[in-house]
């Protein structure tokens, strides 16, 4: 009756549509797709067969890859299902059972020990040493310490990683042991919500994709228009409807770029290659150009701009003041005397921690732990705990906000062993006390130790009362100095009384920036990119880590806004405050949403990054989900549309260039394929209206389509990267693959050919009808000047140095010639053999066509 009411404990994915479906909605769904089958169709019905069978070849290649791309993605709902168990181990009636985990319902009794994944959200009763690994729900590494209290937070709905008592479903217990009662299943867990999420995202259409419908869109316009405008002409002419209609749709069919699916296709394919090189795999093909339209960037801190490794970066003590550690070692250390009080401080600290060295040499443990190890390392210290025997223990808990030993050292060694080493500067005097006594060592918030401190240590070994004078007012400030500046900060003392503690120090640490995150920050912000900073993280380690790196918001400052703000404002207050705001800081799956949502609504493109379970929902929903490759979940993985393999946040930089570069290099393809078609149009139309013979033959215009088509036209979609693109703003999601730029640049080349091509066929016509001579001139001069147009259709800022273009256009030039002086081929394109003199005038239309280019890319610059 129970489970009748809140439903099996499992998640159930909507029907997926059929694979034959799938496959036949890549035609339909694509304007582009639609329009070529429409020409492949007539072209079948004006005879031109072979026509009709190279488009239709060219759509199902392209459908193929699209759709073994999208079948590929889909598979990021059913990768949830993987982290809920198929068992668990529960109470009922009295009896400890095992039983599946999808007939859990509210009120059973559940225990878990290391290893298990909770089953479903569960109210904690018992717990021993009980450490959970929430990092798929929260994003944040370190385990949580649970424990039965309850949490008191006046009214206030408590987050998630404030949530002590309650496991949650899907996280994983690496510690300790307890039992608890289902409060939650299904879609009524928190895991539940996620999931819901997932589903309520909706896949969009890439900007490319919506460049490439619109300019299907006025491709079909300029066909009818063309079918109608060479009717209009034959009716003036008093030609048959019939036979002008044909001729009209013949000239439609052959000016739609039945080649630029396949170059699309074939461009961001080797954009994938070449981004698979540098680390950085994507998911869905279309993805790789929507990447240089990116306009704002939503990262994760930890792990992808931080390090993910805890660092000890500064040391406090009353005596010696604040020390940095890189000023302590290493080529630039400068010779300095480590105080008993410092020395003290790190023993400390070493006692307290429950990490190790591992086998072969490396710190392993929870990450604040191995940096107070670390910098025992760093500094040449060995580790005491060896020669300490340890009582008792108190491990750290979110309530109580301190962890301690007490114990006592072996009558025959002191306290920290101090091997000189010949290779630092730091002179470490020995330290010979030696202690039998039983004695508490404490770790923990500066507020928390301090209110058991009455005295402190100063550097010749005296301690000296701490009264609520100046002294203690100093270490606060000390503390709070550092906690501004993003470090986590942790305080020791001991003393043989809990209450009456001795201070010794502090110690500041953070996780640092990863290794040119900075630079490529500030490579995306030249580029008009606005880097955003997403954390669980607290509002002033945020802000620090982000000054660090230089995110600013578009205002030029860097401001921070927290979840309980954004929970507060409307989502249009938030529309409006989200383009000015740098770091979000405290934020839920939700919150991530509503960010990306907002950004969404400026009309932005937005990439987001994560690796948990929590982050899949808000990968899907931005434009672009980058996961890392490392520590990721297969959920995160599966949600995302590219993987970072190295998890580094730099690697986002080559990528952007990459999708930008793609891009330019379709506009540039499509430059040199619609001047192409404009300009065969053109001539045909201008000598129909003359009332002359037709310039070119068929053969001769079937030969400039596989020019237009072919490899020339399909070697510009792979100019190479350069420098200058990362300079250039993000586009618009609305832009069109068609700018006025790119009209100008296709009217110029067009112009170039038709007037060069007319010049050269209206000069060696010597009557009403052109001889087997004039037409040679005239079909070589388009092919020459056409061939000049596929080199100067590339980037503004590529050299002419790119291997495959001029290879395919020297290839272009050998095959046209030979058209003209192999005698076989002179009979199948009507061609006849061109003199010296033929030859000279061809190379000087070349040059005079080149030069043209040139200024104008000069003028383009």
Not at 42 to 54: C, E, H, K, R, W
Not at 777 to 795: H, K, P
Request: aromatic content about 6%; charged content about 20%.
């Amino acid at each position: 009756a129970i489970r009748a009411i809140h439903g099996p404990n499992e998640f159930e994915v909507d029907a997926k549509e059929s694979i034959l479906k799938k496959f036949l909605a890549q035609f339909y769904e694509s304007p582009l797709n639609l329009l070529l089958l429409g020409s492949a169709g007539i072209s079948l019905v004006v005879g031109n067969t072979d026509d009709a069978i190279s488009i239709t070849i060219a759509i199902i290649i392209v459908v193929t890859v699209g759709f073994i791309q999208e079948h590929r993605s889909e598979k990021s709902l059913a990768a949830l299902n993987k982290l809920v168990p198929h068992f668990c181990h529960l109470t009922r009636d009295g009896q400890p059972q095992t039983l599946l985990a999808n007939v859990l319902v509210p009120g059973d009794l559940v225990t878990f020990s290391v290893g298990d994944r909770i089953p479903a959200d569960i109210r904690i009763t018992k717990a021993n040493n009980l450490e959970i690994d929430e990092s798929t729900m929260t994003g944040e590494t370190k385990p949580v310490k649970k424990h039965t209290a309850p949490i008191i937070t006046n009214g206030r709905l408590p987050s998630i990683s404030e949530r002590a008592n309650i496991a949650l479903m899907g996280t994983l217990v690496k510690a300790g042991n307890g039992s608890g009662i289902v409060i939650g299943t299904g879609i009524a867990t928190e895991f539940g919500v996620v999931f819901g999420m997932m589903q309520e995202v909706e896949d969009r259409k890439t900007p490319l994709q919506l460049s490439m419908d619109e300019l299907a869109k006025k491709l079909s316009a300029i066909s009818f228009v063309v079918i109608g405008l060479i009717c209009l002409i034959g009716v003036w002419q008093k030609r048959g409807w019939l036979e002008m209609f044909t001729v009209g749709v013949s000239l439609a069919v052959a000016a739609i770029p039945e080649g630029l699916p396949i170059v699309v296709t074939v461009t961001l394919a080797l954009g994938v290659l070449r981004m698979s090189k540098r680390k950085a795999i994507v998911k869905k093909l279309h993805s790789v150009e929507t990447l240089g339209s990116v306009s704002v960037i939503c990262s994760d801190k930890t792990g992808t701009l931080t390090t993910n490794q805890m660092t000890v970066t500064q040391i406090f003590t009353i005596d010696d003041g604040s020390l940095e550690i890189d000023a302590l070692v290493g080529p630039n250390a400068t010779m300095f005397k480590l105080s008993e009080v410092i020395l003290k401080t790190l023993q400390i600290s070493n006692l307290c921690v429950n990490a190790y060295r591992n086998p072969d040499g490396v710190n392993v443990g929870p990450s604040t732990e191995v940096a107070l190890l670390n910098v025992l390392t760093l500094l040449g210290i060995e580790d005491c705990r060896t020669q300490f025997v340890r009582k008792s223990e108190i491990p750290f808990s979110s309530d109580a906000k301190y962890s301690s030993v007490t114990g006592s050292f072996n009558q025959d060694s002191t306290e920290i062993h101090q091997a000189y080493n010949h290779t630092s500067p730091i002179s470490r005097p020995p330290v010979s006390t030696i202690n039998d006594r039983e004695t508490c060592y404490i770790i923990g918030a500066p507020e928390v130790v301090l209110a058991r401190c009455k005295f402190y240590l100063k550097s010749d070994s005296i301690t000296m009362g701490l009264g609520e004078d100046s002294t203690r007012e100093r270490i606060i400030q000390e503390a709070e100095r550092m906690a501004k500046g993003g470090l986590r900060v942790l305080a020791m003392a001991y003393g043989f009384d809990f209450d009456h503690l001795i201070f010794t120090g502090l110690q500041g640490m953070t996780d640092p920036p990863r290794k040119g995150v900075s630079d490529s920050v500030a490579a995306l912000q030249r580029g008009g990119v606005q880097v955003v900073m997403i954390t669980g993280d607290s509002e002033f380690t945020a802000l620090a880590i982000s000054r660090q790196l230089g995110i600013r918001a578009n205002s030029g400052t860097t401001s921070c806004m927290t979840g309980q703000e954004i929970d507060q404002l409307t989502p249009r207050e938030l529309i409006d405050r989200v383009k000015n705001t740098s770091v979000f800081a405290r934020v839920t799956p939700r919150h991530k949403m509503s960010i990306i949502e907002a950004f969404q609504a400026h009309g932005l493109i937005v990439a987001m990054t994560g690796d948990g379970v929590n982050d899949a929902p808000a990968l899907r929903m931005a434009d672009i989900g980058i996961s890392m490759g490392k520590g990721a979940t297969d959920v995160a993985k599966e949600a995302a549309d590219l993987i970072l393999v190295d998890d580094n946040f730099s690697t986002i930089l080559p990528a952007i260039e990459e999708g930008k570069t793609i891009f330019y290099n379709i506009q540039n393809f499509l430059g040199f394929q619609l001047s192409t078609a404009v300009a065969a149009l053109s001539l045909i139309t201008i000598s129909t209206l003359l009332g002359l013979q037709a310039p070119l033959n068929a053969m001769q215009i079937l030969f400039i389509n596989i020019l237009m088509d072919g490899p020339p036209s399909q070697s510009l979609g792979v100019d190479p990267v350069h420098q200058a693109v990362m300079n250039r703003r993000p586009r618009s999601k609305n832009a069109a693959v068609l700018t006025t730029r790119l009209l100008y640049r296709i009217g110029f080349s067009a112009t170039m050919i038709i007037c060069c091509t007319l010049f050269i066929y209206l000069f060696n016509l010597e009557g009403p009808s052109a001889g087997s001579r004039d037409q040679t001139m005239t079909f070589s001069s388009f092919v020459f000047l056409d061939l000049v147009s596929a080199l100067q259709n590339r980037g503004l800022n590529v050299d002419l140095y790119n291997p495959i273009l001029l290879a395919t256009v020297s290839v272009s030039v050998l095959s046209q010639l030979g058209i003209v002086y192999l005698p076989f081929l002179q009979s199948v394109f009507q061609t006849q053999a061109l003199s010296f003199k033929d030859l000279l005038t061809l190379i000087g239309l070349v040059c005079f066509s080149f030069f043209g280019h040139e200024i104008r890319r000069r003028y383009e610059r």
